[in-house]
């Protein structure tokens, strides 16, 4: 273990390492530095190098930069790029796992910019700034070969989703989209080849139109993050969510959704946390509402935690909770409830916690 941080090295030439030849160094940190200069084939001396930090720094990225580093697991780019990055930088490291380069400018993904790192499990390219506005099906070509599993793409601008954008990622389990600008109907194609995800992240993104076919190729999918995203309308027949039969966790809070269908979760046995806060559903539980009172949250066997506060809500139909025998958190605050009928939570027995608080109630009949 070697550490060389804040000792303002600028400049490691052929020879700085020649003399750790035959070691067995396996980290070498190198970060916080004014480095701006590393010359090709600086590593070479390093072959048992395992993990390799150089955030913070102000480097050129050459093909040749990480030759004979072909044990590295580990490596740390973030906020220590500068200018563009050469073709196949990275083909030296076939043992790569990790690879961040979070918070730096470079002029784009090139078409071979991945090529080579067939071991990679993690990549991070959050607060880049690399004209990632539109991401197309040949974006990650690069990485068809990798074993990549989790990739987080937050905060770097993305507007659009071509359709197969990720069909090169076969092995994906989490994908991060959120916070970035994408505005778009996702027809499904977005996801498609995403054969083994697990997660998907869109919180806070622009606009979101969801259809019927939105998630219909990523049945796998156990995770779904749709914070703030703009997709209002989800009164959709078939509802986006039917094919998602494994979710187990879903977010679609901070919406302004205000119109749904019965429906919405059907299928849905495996959902253990709904996350609906935020919204304008109050005119759904009123008795007075066209077709009676439109009871959502049937059918969910399996569901723990229930966030509804801040949706308008001042009546709450008798039956709206039957079924949840397995709540044990439920969150109704924010809301103008006042009345609370006598037997709602009949069949919650397991539940821990309820947050009632800044409503209009001020006295609870006994059989509550």
């Not at 009871?295 to 569901?303: E, G, S």
């Amino acid at each position: 273990n070697l550490s060389l941080s804040y000792v303002k090295l600028s400049h490691i030439g052929k020879s700085t390492f020649q003399g750790l030849q035959g070691t067995n160094l396996t980290i070498l940190n190198l970060s916080q530095n004014s480095l701006s200069v590393i010359e090709d084939d600086s590593f070479q001396w390093l072959s048992s190098l395992q993990y390799l930090n150089l955030k913070h720094n102000n480097i050129h990225v050459s093909s040749r930069l990480f030759y004979r580093l072909s044990s590295l697991k580990h490596l740390n780019l973030i906020n220590s790029l500068t200018g563009k990055i050469e073709d196949f930088p990275f083909h030296w490291l076939y043992h790569l796992e990790y690879l961040l380069m979070d918070n730096n400018n470079f002029p784009g993904i090139t078409a071979n910019m991945f090529t080579g790192l067939n071991n990679l499990k993690y990549l991070s390219l959050s607060n880049c700034n690399i004209n990632l506005q539109k991401i197309t099906n040949k974006t990650f070509l690069s990485l068809a070969n990798s074993s990549l599993q989790v990739l987080n793409l937050t905060k770097t601008r993305i507007s659009t989703i071509e359709s197969g954008a990720f069909s090169s990622l076969g092995h994906l389990k989490i994908l991060d989209l959120g916070l970035n600008e994408i505005s778009q109907q996702l027809t499904g194609h977005e996801f498609k080849g995403l054969n083994n995800i697990q997660d998907i992240y869109l919180s806070y993104n622009k606009n979101l139109n969801l259809q019927s076919e939105s998630f219909i190729f990523v049945p796998s999918l156990r995770k779904l993050m749709l914070r703030k995203v703009g997709c209002s309308n989800l009164a959709l027949s078939p509802s986006p969510f039917h094919p998602l039969q494994n979710l187990t966790i879903l977010d679609i809070s901070n919406n302004n959704i205000a119109n749904i269908k019965e429906d919405l979760f059907d299928g849905l046995d495996k959902l253990e946390i709904l996350d609906m806060q935020h919204n304008n559903l109050a005119r759904l539980w009123k008795q007075a509402n066209p077709g009676g009172p439109v009871l959502f949250l049937k059918d969910l066997p399996n569901l723990r935690v229930l966030n509804l506060k801040s949706n308008g809500f001042d009546e709450i139909p008798v039956c709206v909770f039957k079924g949840l025998f397995q709540l044990k958190y439920l969150d109704l605050g924010l809301n103008n409830l006042n009345l609370l009928p006598a037997t709602l939570f009949d069949d919650q027995a397991s539940l821990n916690s309820l947050n009632l608080q800044k409503n209009l109630i001020t006295s609870v009949e006994e059989k509550v």
